[in-house]
């Protein structure tokens, strides 16, 4: 079993920056990969950003250029570094990984294994 908490969600205005982690516990896997989704309600789930155990990255389009996934293998720690934030980047942000997940299903949220809790991400105009 894998354990995924996130951290870092809060109130900012719009252009302002935030950075989300997420720490993992429990059984690791030597070539996971990690990603963030995130969720409004009554939408469905949207992925944001993937990174691979041997560093390569993905990045949904809307997020490109402010968005950046970064990872501390030393800590099980996944990150999420949101720069120009946007209204409509207002969502719960979940983390989530996987052992076997293909890089042509980074964005796929069914190709992971563990989810966190999310945590609030509101952005003001």
């Known amino acids: 079993q894998v354990q995924l908490v996130e951290s870092g969600g809060g109130l900012v205005q719009a252009g302002g920056s935030l950075r989300l982690s997420c720490a993992a516990s429990?059984?690791?896997?030597?070539?996971?990969?990690m990603a963030w989704f995130r969720q409004v309600p009554g939408k469905e789930r949207e992925f944001v950003a993937a990174?691979?155990?041997?560093?390569?990255?993905t990045y949904y389009d809307s997020v490109k250029g402010r968005f950046t996934i970064s990872s501390d293998n030393a800590k099980n720690t996944v990150y999420l570094q949101m720069n120009s934030l946007k209204p409509e980047d207002t969502a719960v942000y979940y983390c989530?990984?996987?052992?076997?997940?293909?890089?042509?299903?980074?964005?796929?949220?069914?190709?992971?294994?563990?989810w966190g809790q999310g945590t609030q991400v509101t952005v003001s105009s």
């Open positions: 989530a990984t996987g052992g076997s997940v293909p890089t042509s299903g980074l964005s796929r949220g069914r190709e992971y294994d563990y």
């Open positions: 429990g059984r690791t896997f030597s070539n996971y990969a």
């Open positions: 990174i691979r155990w041997n560093g390569y990255r």
